[in-house]
C-alpha cells in the first residue's frame, strides 16, 4: 500500500503569517499531486494541484512546491487569514482512485 | 455544476446490525468512490466503481458491501455494524481521467451503540 505521509499533524499560525504544510510519499512515479480542503462538517474539497513535470504551481496565496527526487511536496499559504483554517490533505493519483495522507490541521489566530 | 447528496446525514445503529449507506450524483461522473474517514487517519478508500456495473475493492473493503445500481447512484453496505465505531462516510465521484477531481459529499456520520 503506497504510503503518503503529511507533517506536522497539526499547526497553529498567526494571521498574516505563512503556513508550510509537508507530504512525503514513497516509491513508484506519480505524475499528478492534488491538495483538498476540509472544513468542519464538510467534503474535502480540490484546492490546489501540481503535475510532476513542474516544481511549483501557484494560485493565489497557495503555492505547491515540488522536489520529484526527494519525493517531497509542501503547500505554502502566504499571509494565512482565519478563514484558511481547515484540514489540509494531500494525495497521490494511482489511476482512477487518490490516496490520500492523513491530514494537516492548519488553525490560524486572528 | 452538480452537486452530491448523501443519505442519511447521521445514522445510528446497534451492533451486529447491516446499515446502508445512500448517495447520488447529479455530475454524470463515470466513477464514484466511498471513503472512511477516521479522526487522525485522513481518508481510506473502502470502495470504487469505474462504471455502472463495475465494482472495485479498496484498501478498506473488509466488513462491507457496495453496490452501483446507476450511473448517478453509489451504496455502501455495512454488513454487520462493530460497537464503539464511530466514523464519517464520504462518498464522492469524478471523470476518472488524467489528472481528474473528485467531488466530495458532505458525509454520513455512522456511529454504533
Known amino acids: 500500500q503506497q504510503q503518503v505521509r503529511q507533517s506536522p499533524q497539526s499547526l497553529t499560525v498567526w494571521e498574516g503569517e505563512t503556513a508550510i504544510l509537508n507530504c512525503s510519499y514513497e516509491?513508484?512515479?506519480?505524475?499528478?499531486f492534488p491538495w483538498y480542503q476540509q472544513f468542519p462538517g464538510e467534503g474535502p474539497a480540490l484546492l490546489i494541484s501540481?503535475?510532476?513535470?513542474?516544481d511549483k504551481k501557484e494560485d493565489g496565496r497557495f503555492t505547491i512546491f515540488f522536489n520529484k527526487r526527494e519525493k517531497k511536496l509542501s503547500l505554502h499559504i502566504a499571509d494565512s487569514q482565519p478563514g484558511d483554517s481547515a484540514t489540509y490533505f494531500c494525495?497521490?493519483?494511482?489511476?482512477?482512485?487518490?490516496?490520500f495522507g492523513t491530514g494537516t490541521s492548519l488553525l490560524v489566530d486572528p | 455544476g452538480g452537486i452530491i447528496t448523501q443519505t442519511p446525514k447521521f445514522l445510528i445503529g446497534q451492533e451486529g446490525q447491516k446499515l446502508t449507506l445512500k448517495c447520488q450524483q447529479n455530475?454524470?461522473?463515470?466513477?464514484m468512490y466511498w471513503y472512511r474517514q477516521d479522526s487522525g487517519k485522513g481518508l481510506r478508500l473502502i470502495y470504487y466503481?469505474?462504471?455502472?456495473?463495475?465494482?472495485q475493492k479498496g484498501d478498506l473493503s473488509e466488513g462491507y458491501d457496495a453496490s452501483r445500481e446507476k450511473k448517478s447512484s453509489f451504496s455502501l453496505t455495512v454488513t454487520s455494524a462493530q460497537k464503539n465505531e464511530m466514523a464519517v462516510f464520504l462518498c464522492?465521484?469524478?471523470?476518472?481521467?488524467?489528472?481528474?477531481?473528485?467531488?466530495f459529499g458532505p458525509g454520513t456520520r455512522l456511529t454504533v451503540l
Open positions: 464522492a465521484s469524478g471523470t476518472g481521467g488524467p489528472s481528474y477531481e473528485q467531488y
Open positions: 516509491n513508484s512515479a506519480f505524475d499528478y
Open positions: 501540481i503535475l510532476s513535470v513542474s
Open positions: 494525495a497521490i493519483d494511482m489511476g482512477y482512485k487518490l490516496t
Open positions: 455530475f454524470n461522473h463515470d466513477t
Open positions: 466503481s469505474i462504471t455502472e456495473n463495475d465494482l
